[in-house]
C-alpha cells in the first residue's frame, strides 16, 4: 500500500535527513517530554529522565551508525553542503551524548531535593545537545550562529532553574547579558566574512580569505569584454554571487585588513564561549549560582561546543592566515593560564574554584593551536590529537568531581564549600576516593586521562619549536597541585564536621562509576582512546 507521506519521509531521511537524524531524534524526545510531563505526578516524575536518557541512547545508536557511510564514502554532506557529518562531528557530537547523559544521571536527586523536578529542564538538556551539535556539523556560518543560540538560551533557562534561589536568577542575568553581548559580537564577525566573499559557506570563504587563492584575478577576468568574461562572470555568479560586484583592487589591497578584523571579531565572540581571559567573567558567577549539574553540562558541553566550532574557524577558515594570529592566541593561552591558576588559588567555594580552574584548562587547549606544522601548512597531528584527547579527558574528569558535590547536597547542605568536603574520607571512604582520581588528573597526575591530554599538548609544541610555551605550560602545573589538592586536605586530614553521611542514589553511582573508570583508563591504557582522538581529524 503507497501512502504519499509514508514514501515522502522515507525519501528524506534517506536524503538531507539522514544527516540530521540525531538532532532530529533529540528534538523528538524533547517535545515528548513537555508533553507527557503534563500527565505525570509528582511521585512519577523521574519518567522525564528516563524518556531523556532514552533519547540520548538512540541518537548515540544513530551517531555510531553513520560512522559506515562516512568510512566508505567520506564525509556526507546535506541541505546544500549547509551541514556536514565526517569523523570531526562524529567525535564531538559522541562527547556531546556522553556529557547529557551524566547530567541526566545526575540530575535526578538532586531535583528532587530541590523540588524542581520538571519536565522541561531536561527537555532543555536535549535541546541544548542538539544546539552542540549543529555547531559541530555546520559547514555555513548561519546553520553553526543558529546551533549556538540554541544551546546558549537553552543554557540561559537552565542556569536560573531554581527560581526560589537569588544566586541562581544573578547568574542566569549575567550569562543572558553576557552571552548576548558575545553573541552579538561573533554575527557581526561572521557579516563582515560574508560581505567579502558573498558567501556563507566555510569552504567558499576558506578559499576567497586564502593569500594564494584566485579570487582577485577571477574577479578582474569576470570584467573583462569578451567570451572568457562572460564565463567568468557566470561562474561566479553561481559561485561567489557577492564578488561580482566587488573592486579586484578591494580584494588585492583591503581584503587582508578586513580580513582581519572579521577574525578579531570572531576570535573575541568565541573566546567568551570558552571563556578565555579576559573574556571570562561570566564563568565564575554562572557556575557557582546554576543547579550544579547545569553547572557539569555548561562547564564540560557547552565549552567542547564551543571549541568544535572554533576549531571549524580557526582551521578550516582562518588556517591560511596563521603565522598572522598566532601570537594573539599564544597570549590568550598564557593570560588563561595565569589568571586561571591564580584566582583559583583564593577561592574558598569550590565551584568557583573549579570555574577558574577550567579557565586554565582553555589555556592549555589554546596552546596547542599554535603549534602548526610548518611543512603541511597545517595543525599538526599531535596537536590535534591533544586537543581532541584534551577536551575527552577534560569531560569525564570535571563531571566527575562535580558529581561529588551533589552527591554531597542534602536537604539543609548545599556542601560547595571546603569546610563542606571535611572528613570526608571518614563519611564516605569511596567518595573521597574519587574525588582524589579526578584532583589528581584535573592537576595532570600520571596514570590519569588528564596527565595525557597534557602530555600531547607539551610534546606537540616542542615538536613545533615552541619551547617557551612548552615551559610555561609546565610550570603553572605547580599552583594547580596546590588549589586542588587544598580540596583533598579537607577531604582526607581535616576532622569531620557535624555533617552526615552522604547517600549515593543509583543513578549518581552509575555515572560516577563511568567517569571514574575512563578516567583512570585513558591514563592506565591510552591507546583506543588515542586512536579516538585521531579519529575526530579524520587520522
Not at 558535590?405 to 563542606?420: F, W, Y
Request: aromatic share 14%.
Amino acid at each position: 500500500m503507497h501512502i504519499p507521506f509514508i514514501s515522502a519521509l522515507r525519501d528524506y531521511l534517506q536524503g538531507d535527513g539522514r544527516v540530521i537524524l540525531p538532532e532530529i531524534e533529540l528534538t523528538l524526545f524533547g517535545l515528548g517530554i513537555l508533553l507527557i510531563d503534563f500527565t505525570l505526578g509528582v511521585k512519577e516524575r523521574y519518567w522525564n529522565a528516563g524518556l531523556a536518557l532514552m533519547g540520548t541512547i538512540f541518537s548515540a545508536y544513530t551517531v555510531w551508525r553513520l560512522r559506515i557511510p562516512v568510512s566508505v564514502n567520506g564525509s556526507q554532506y546535506g541541505f546544500q553542503e549547509s551541514v556536514i557529518i565526517d569523523p570531526f562531528f562524529l567525535f564531538f557530537a559522541a562527547l556531546f551524548l556522553a556529557a547529557t547523559a551524566l547530567v541526566i544521571l545526575l540530575s535526578v536527586k538532586f531535583l528532587e531535593i530541590e523540588q524542581e523536578q520538571e519536565g522541561e529542564y531536561y527537555a532543555l538538556l536535549l535541546f541544548a545537545c542538539v544546539g552542540m551539535m549543529f555547531m559541530a556539523s555546520g559547514y555555513d556560518l548561519i546553520v553553526m550562529f543558529l546551533g549556538l543560540e540554541t544551546m546558549a538560551l537553552s543554557f540561559y533557562v537552565l542556569t536560573g532553574f531554581l527560581r526560589r534561589e537569588k544566586r541562581s536568577n544573578e547568574a542566569s542575568l549575567k550569562y543572558v547579558l553576557l552571552g548576548a553581548f558575545s553573541s552579538g559580537i561573533l554575527a557581526y564577525g561572521f557579516s563582515i566574512l560574508y560581505g567579502l566573499t558573498g558567501s556563507t559557506s566555510i569552504s567558499r570563504i576558506a578559499f576567497a580569505l586564502n593569500p594564494g587563492s584566485r579570487l582577485a584575478s577571477m574577479v578582474a577576468q569576470s570584467q573583462e569584454p569578451g567570451a572568457s568574461g562572460a564565463m567568468m562572470r557566470e561562474y561566479l555568479a553561481q559561485a561567489y554571487p557577492a564578488a561580482l560586484h566587488l573592486d579586484p583592487y578591494l580584494l588585492t589591497h583591503q581584503l587582508p585588513v578586513l580580513a582581519a578584523a572579521a577574525f578579531v571579531l570572531v576570535a573575541v565572540g568565541m573566546f567568551f564561549k570558552v571563556a578565555a581571559v579576559p573574556f571570562h567573567q561570566w564563568a565564575p558567577d554562572v557556575y557557582e549560582g546554576a543547579p550544579t549539574p547545569v553547572t557539569i553540562f555548561v562547564s564540560v558541553a557547552s565549552k567542547t561546543a564551543s571549541f568544535a566550532l572554533l576549531l571549524r574557524l580557526f582551521i578550516f577558515v582562518f588556517g591560511s592566515t596563521q603565522v598572522t594570529w598566532m601570537y594573539l592566541v599564544a597570549g590568550i593561552a598564557i593570560a588563561s593560564l595565569t589568571w586561571g591558576n591564580l584566582a583559583a588559588l583564593t577561592q574558598t567555594n569550590v565551584k568557583r574554584l573549579l570555574a577558574y580552574s577550567s579557565i586554565s584548562h582553555v589555556g592549555y587547549v589554546l596552546l596547542a593551536l599554535v603549534a602548526w606544522d610548518e611543512k603541511t601548512g597545517t595543525l599538526s597531528d599531535t596537536a590535534k590529537t591533544g586537543i581532541a584527547y584534551y577536551l575527552f579527558a577534560y569531560l569525564f574528569m570535571t563531571a566527575g568531581a562535580f558529581a561529588i558535590l551533589i552527591v554531597l547536597r542534602q536537604k539543609g547542605l548545599i556542601g560547595e564549600e571546603l569546610e563542606d568536603l571535611n572528613g570526608l574520607y571518614q563519611r564516605s571512604p569511596s567518595a573521597a576516593v574519587l574525588l582524589l582520581i579526578f584532583m589528581l588528573s584535573l592537576a595532570g597526575i600520571p596514570p590519569t586521562a588528564g596527565f595525557m591530554g597534557k602530555y600531547f599538548i607539551f610534546l606537540s609544541l616542542i615538536e613545533t619549536h615552541h619551547p617557551v610555551l612548552a615551559v610555561f605550560a609546565v610550570l603553572y602545573i605547580v599552583p594547580a597541585l596546590y588549589y586542588y589538592f587544598r580540596i583533598v586536605v579537607h577531604a582526607w586530614l581535616e576532622a569531620p564536621g557535624e555533617a552526615p553521611r552522604p547517600v549515593m542514589s543509583s543513578a549518581q553511582a552509575v555515572a560516577l562509576a563511568v567517569t571514574v573508570f575512563v578516567t583512570l583508563a585513558a591514563g592506565l591504557y591510552p591507546e583506543p582512546f588515542t586512536r579516538f582522538a585521531q579519529y575526530a581529524f579524520g587520522r
